[in-house]
């Protein structure tokens, strides 16, 4: 999928994938990483998803990648914050007190750019990504946060009668991409209030990842 894909829903304000609230997911379920306080964790693909401002709150550090600068701007705007904005490498790095976000290419990010993290939270970005780019992706993560423990939300549903993103991916595939890095464990998993976009019956599913 290209990344002009991604660039257009934003300009098109085509966000149905974007919530006014945190994920009733996340704060159920953040408690089982069993972080410390000040914990920093790692949104790949984040968009300016309400989750980072609930994180925030909570006393967390966060950093995340986006692509969509027009999304990153959002996310600035609605948080009142003014950031720092300067360039690293092919990226655009955003900052401010407890935030950072790199603009750009997930896979320009490096450990080196990213720094230490705490966790992964994935809500959002191994179910954006096609078939053919997950395997990448899950490597490439697991390598630039030294394979750090993971809270990662996933759906499934008939991908022969509609097509994501977000896309359908099952256990077999999140074994696939995980299970020889870390322990996987399906945490939650419950239907879709009124099926995948409306209209197709979907699960969603949490998954704890750790070593």
Known sequence: ?????????????????HTGEANPLLTAHLAKLNLPQGSRIFL???????????????????VGAELSELAINALFEELGVTPDIAKVGNLTHYSAE????FVGDIFDVTAEHLGSVNAIYDRAALVALPAGTRARYASHLIGITKAAPQLLITYEYDQQLADGPPFSVNADEVNLH??????????ESGEVAGGFKGRLPSTETVWLLHS
């Open 1 to 17: 999928m290209e990344a002009s894909f991604w660039h257009q829903k934003w300009e098109r304000g085509e966000i149905g994938f």
């Open 44 to 62: 790949p693909l984040c968009g300016k998803t309400r989750d980072i401002a609930w994180l925030l709150g909570n006393d967390y550090q966060v």
């Open 178 to 187: 995980y299970g020889s890095t870390y322990q996987v464990k399906s945490i």
């Open 98 to 101: 407890n935030i950072t976000i």
